[in-house]
């Protein structure tokens, strides 16, 4: 499997924004959820967006609910994550995978995102 590669992390200020892009295998059905994860320092990792492309239908963790939005472009092979209203406890390295059920072999460098005035 070749691992999915993240981007677009930054440095940003409290209440800006970033977009982070995921470029994926073509190996990964459209049909397949996709999602992204984060894992801030000390914490484990956790699922805050997911899109199922079949519908479209999309979730989110409820801290991040309302200032963030995933899209996804099949014909790209991408993947995006619209983060807006950026706090402190965003601060995290930011990774996509397949979702509910991350595939443990395609796992990235992620992208870091730090939030600080």
């Known amino acids: 499997q070749v691992p999915l590669v993240e981007s677009g992390g930054d440095l940003v200020q409290p209440g800006g924004s970033l977009r982070l892009s995921c470029a994926f295998s073509?190996?990964?059905?459209?049909?397949?959820?996709m999602g992204w994860y984060r894992q801030a320092p000390g914490k484990q990792r956790e699922l805050v967006a997911r899109?199922?492309?079949?519908?479209?239908?999309?979730t989110y963790a409820e801290s991040v609910k309302g200032r963030f939005t995933i899209s996804r472009d099949i014909a790209k092979n991408s993947l995006y994550l619209q983060m807006n209203n950026l706090r402190p406890d965003d601060t995290a390295v930011y990774y996509c995978?397949?979702?509910?059920?991350?595939?443990?072999?395609?796992w990235g460098q992620g992208t870091q995102v730090n939030v600080s005035a």
């Open positions: 073509k190996r990964i059905s459209v049909n397949t959820g």
């Open positions: 899109i199922l492309s079949g519908r479209p239908e999309t």
């Open positions: 995978n397949t979702a509910p059920n991350p595939r443990d072999t395609v």
